[in-house]
């Protein structure tokens, strides 16, 4: 099973599809999500609190343009270029995340979430 989820912000909105995963189910009973935009680096988060324990997927290594949420911060990261702490072309979080899915179309745009936008994520039917 799949689920296709929507992510909104005054510029642009993007879709997402998420893998069947305990971590992901917690975080679909938190949705929608209607947050300010945490900007960092070139990661966007937005705060939600769900049930979620680290699990298989966790890694703090991944691609540009997944979909994961921070247990340790209670968060859904959305990164989409290098952090500050990334080695080379390599995207490196802070501590591991849940791999919850990915970013369907051009993740880089993104870049254009200001800090402090209202971003609104929810599940398509």
């Given at each position: ?35 300010a935009a945490v ?87």
């Open positions: 099973m799949t689920v296709r989820i929507l992510i909104r912000w005054p510029e642009r909105q993007l879709e997402g599809l998420l893998r069947d995963t305990p971590s992901t189910r917690a975080v679909l009973d938190s949705m929608p999500v209607a947050q900007v960092s680096g070139e990661e966007l988060r937005l705060a939600l609190a769900c049930n979620a324990r680290l699990d298989e997927t966790a890694t703090q290594t991944i691609d540009p343009g997944m979909i994961c949420y921070w247990v340790e911060g209670g968060a859904l990261v959305l990164p989409f270029g290098l952090q500050p702490i990334s080695r080379g072309y390599e995207c490196c979080l802070a501590t591991a995340v849940n791999v919850l899915g990915r970013i369907e179309g051009d993740f880089r745009q993104l870049a254009t979430v200001c800090e402090g936008d209202p971003v609104i994520i929810e599940r398509l039917p």
